[in-house]
């Protein structure tokens, strides 16, 4: 079955058309500046990459381009519409309403919008990529795969906060974490290239991108995440400040004149390790560049980022009461085999060993750790479309 896998965000959409049955994807892509002016890119797989600047008003239109480009006559993949046997669409936030993927229907979306109060910028964004493709492809199922449901499995003593009860009750404020499409999806290849049980291992996941959290996962469930009610806890991130001493937010607001949405646009935009490094970049790639030109601050910036990660991880090896192996993914994780460096040299206490060679091979699926390791050290690259496309396969069956 060919399955679109679509993630809509508030003024983008990025598109894969996957085969389930050989778990390639056919052609993916990305719709840019939606509702400003618009860009979208294709590439079908074996061909050359396009992008074309087209206007782009809202996201019904986004979706009618991304079909047009897969049917187009040259350069399609597709000869009809009705070869997409379903689509699966990444929701951010599932509440405690949902533990797993889920076929949309008309309940699901009006549950879905109950959500939106949890995540107002993605949930909506969400709901308008679902609407779009229900107006365009009437009669194809979907799936809803949510990035909070595999941290559903967490016990109240992880994802309650230390507030008084009434706001769990009627708020529903608690932990939930987020990227758990891609927590559960490298966890799982993790035992498989173990060759053990996914039930009988104790595994850390750390996701590193420009958002980035790490989950612990005991026997086969979630049992912690660092990202909370909000995906701006945690681990210090691209632009993102994670965990801090509350009291901060009022004291910036004092001293710098601002009310609650400058001081939250302050923690998401302007912070991490883009605001740590002087506002010089989010990206570990100028980072490192500078690291190495002798930039203070971008190297504290870095420091501090896997002094951070290392401590989350230091806290899940007491949580489940040990470690089989930890796993490196996303565009950090995969790809600065320094950062992974400087985190392991923390965990020396675990018996870690890392095999710097390996450490340094990219793009591949691979142990970086010794072979007299104690716990094994993998970087498994993430790939949340094809996880979409596996749940939505398994629920249409
Ligand atoms: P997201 O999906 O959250 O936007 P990604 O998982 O794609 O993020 O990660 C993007 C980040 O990965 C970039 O901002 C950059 O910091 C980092 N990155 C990508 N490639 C490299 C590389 N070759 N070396 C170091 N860091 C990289």
Request: proline share 4%.
């Amino acid at each position: 079955m060919k399955i679109l896998v679509v993630n809509c965000g508030s003024s983008s959409l990025k598109y894969q058309l996957i085969d389930s049955e050989t778990e390639e994807w056919i052609a993916k892509g990305l719709c840019e500046r939606i509702g400003i002016d618009g860009r979208i890119t294709y590439q079908p797989a074996g061909g050359d990459k396009e992008t074309e600047e087209i206007p782009m008003p809202d996201h019904t239109n986004a979706i009618k381009l991304v079909l047009e480009k897969l049917t187009n006559e040259k350069t399609g993949v597709l000869k009809s519409l009705d070869e997409i046997g379903a689509v699966g669409h990444r929701i951010v936030h599932g509440g405690e309403k949902f533990a797993s993927s889920v076929v949309i229907n008309d309940e699901v979306i009006k549950a879905i919008e109950e959500c939106n109060d949890l995540a107002p910028l993605h949930n909506p964004a969400n709901l308008i990529g679902i609407d779009a493709c229900k107006k365009l492809m009437p009669n194809t199922p979907m799936v809803a795969v949510f990035d909070t449901a595999f941290h559903q499995t967490m016990p109240p003593k992880a994802y309650l906060y230390g507030l008084p009860h009434a706001y769990y009750e009627k708020y529903k404020i608690r932990r939930y974490g987020f990227h758990g499409t891609s927590h559960s999806y490298v966890s799982h290849r993790c035992a498989e290239l173990l060759g053990k049980k996914y039930e009988d291992l104790k595994i850390i996941v750390c996701h590193l991108g420009n958002g980035a959290s790490v989950s612990a996962i005991k026997n086969g469930k979630c049992v912690d995440t660092s990202m909370g009610l909000t995906p701006l806890e945690g681990l210090i991130m691209g632009t993102r400040s994670g965990e801090l001493d509350p009291a901060i937010l009022e004291f910036i607001a004092n001293k710098e004149n601002l009310d609650f949405a400058g001081v939250m646009n302050i923690l998401n935009k302007k912070s991490g390790v883009y605001g740590m490094s002087g506002d010089l970049s989010s990206d570990f790639r100028d980072l490192e560049d500078a690291m190495n030109n002798g930039n203070e601050l971008a190297k504290q910036a870095v420091e501090a980022f896997c002094y951070r990660t290392a401590k989350y991880i230091g806290s899940y090896v007491a949580a489940m009461n040990g470690v089989d192996a930890i796993c490196f993914t996303a565009g950090i994780g995969e790809n600065a085999a320094v950062v992974r460096t400087m985190v392991c040299e923390y965990l020396g206490f675990l018996g870690i060993t890392i095999n710097e060679e390996n450490n340094h091979k990219r793009g591949e699926e691979i142990d970086i750790s010794t072979p007299d390791s104690k716990v094994r050290v993998m970087v498994i690259p993430t790939n949340e479309e094809l996880a979409i496309a596996r749940e939505t396969v398994a629920l249409l069956k």
